[in-house]
């Protein structure tokens, strides 16, 4: 459902139809690969362990359905009770293409009512407080869930309010944007829909200037790292389509595009010089926002060389904090994210240090340091990598594994090795399959974790979202 003129698959597949990448994509090794790969993983009921216990599930997104799914299958007689307040189910990595045209919004929702079976008890309400020491937690509404067993799925929260003028109300207008907006309660995904109408206004206002686009990412761990660049690259060619052009400021914490070098020189060496029109500030950080004037404040840390010190033989280097002002006519937010404040506050997070106030967990086994009955997935847990949807499945059959293993008072072997998975959009039609873990580079087929490829494209758009409702939420895979 592409609202491109010109289906650009069909541009850099040189006249190959939707239908005929459909069919591709059926009857590729690729795709016969993963689903043959996710087969492996699934536990009959005559394998399935006979341990005991009551296992409390807190979330309902992608972490907590892949796990209740799971352990359903993984347990001959499951205790089961999850805690989320949502029925509805939103597919958040379509939020993307939803903001390029490629989906509906009502394409990337599903209902949770649809993935829960009977025989798990469903509290549709959130946790409010952890209490680890006395293996409970509290619900909004006030009742106390006792757990033998504990599983945070959470997910993360976004905190526009932490960028100062800013209020969520303001976004979808006055040029302001965010493909992240939205509200998993009510079961509304708006971040996707509210960019696409930004990609066309930007577009308007190409036809009649210059227009200055500014694309942010913040200071946090934020979902799908490569979410800011995949807007910043798919509105730059959605106005490319039509001959048009703006000036683009990419502004973000780091100081580099990517972390994967192979990435980083393919976005730094070829995707940028071929729009030709992004400045890149590094180490600048949005922290406030005059929308009436159009003027983005970014904070950036400034080196300056002091006084030569003779006994070390080197010079003191000073550290200032300068607010840098830049005018705008259209900006595309990402906000700062952290845990949820039920995590946070809690004995259950980190107390210090980089990952404090997100899920304590062992980065390998994905258990709490300090607490062996309870165990993370997805989003919330403070470990290195892994705040993608891709990672959340490879946490899952490692997570299960290892709680059931000590459930059944086991030694626990599965080790999580930090794979992360970004596909990242830098025109429609090309993805760079960037999947990386611990160690670095990880891709899962031989071909370059750096090179742009019209197939990626092709299977996130086609395949990876039957997939998710089909396999990923069953457990399957």
Not at 414 to 430: H, S, W
Request: aromatic letters at 10%; one cysteine or more.
């Amino acid at each position: 459902m592409s609202k491109i003129e010109k289906n650009p698959l069909d541009i850099i597949q040189e006249g190959m139809s939707r239908r005929d990448a459909l069919k591709f994509m059926g009857l590729s090794p690729i795709a016969a690969g993963v689903l043959a790969s996710s087969a492996s993983g699934n536990v009959t009921k005559a394998s399935a362990s006979d341990a005991k216990g009551k296992i409390v599930i807190v979330g309902g997104g992608a972490g907590g359905i892949m796990a209740m799914a799971r352990l359903r299958s993984a347990l001959l007689n499951p205790d089961i009770t999850i805690i989320a307040p949502n029925e509805k189910h939103i597919y958040q990595p379509g939020q993307v293409f939803v903001a390029a045209g490629e989906y509906a919004p009502e394409d990337i929702m599903g209902s949770n009512l649809d993935m829960i079976p009977d025989d798990v008890k469903w509290i549709k309400d959130e946790v409010s407080t952890f209490d680890p020491d006395n293996n409970h937690v509290v619900t909004r509404s006030g009742e106390i869930v006792k757990y033998d067993f504990l599983v945070v799925a959470t997910g993360l929260v976004y905190h526009y309010e932490k960028i100062e003028g800013l209020t969520t109300d303001m976004i979808g207008k006055n040029g302001i944007s965010s493909v992240y907006l939205n509200d998993l309660e009510k079961g509304t995904a708006q971040g996707g829909e509210i960019t696409w109408q930004w990609f066309n206004d930007v577009k308007a206002a190409a036809k009649n200037g210059k227009p200055r686009v500014i694309c942010t990412q913040p200071s946090t761990p934020i979902k799908c790292g490569g979410a800011p660049q995949k807007i910043l690259y798919l509105v730059n060619d959605f106005l490319k389509h039509d001959s048009l052009t703006a000036d683009f400021t990419f502004a973000m914490n780091g100081d580099k595009l990517f972390g994967i070098p192979a990435v980083n020189e393919t976005l730094t060496k070829v995707v940028q010089p071929r729009y030709g029109n992004i400045t890149n500030k590094f180490k600048h950080n949005l922290v406030a926002i005059d929308a009436e004037k159009k003027i983005a404040t970014f904070e950036t840390k400034v080196e300056t060389k002091g006084a030569y010190d003779e006994d070390l033989e080197e010079y003191e280097i000073i550290t200032t904090v300068e607010r840098v002002p830049i005018e705008y006519d259209f900006i595309h937010i990402v906000p700062p994210m952290s845990a949820p404040d039920a995590v946070k506050n809690s004995p259950l997070g980190w107390q210090k240090g980089t990952a404090a106030g997100w899920l304590e967990v062992d980065q390998e086994t994905l258990q709490h340091n300090r607490y062996p009955n309870v165990f993370g997935i997805g989003d919330v847990c403070g470990i290195p990598l892994g705040k993608t949807g891709g990672s959340a499945r490879h946490h899952g059959p490692i997570m299960v594994a290892n709680l059931i293993s000590q459930m059944e008072k086991k030694t626990l072997h599965q080790k999580f090795d930090g794979y992360t998975v970004c596909p990242l959009k830098t025109q429609y039609g090309k993805i760079i399959l960037a999947e990386f873990n611990y160690l670095g580079a990880a891709p899962s087929f031989p071909l370059s974790v750096g090179e742009e490829r019209w197939i990626w494209w092709a299977f996130d758009l086609y395949m990876l979202k039957p997939m998710y409702w089909h396999l990923m939420m069953r457990g399957l895979m």
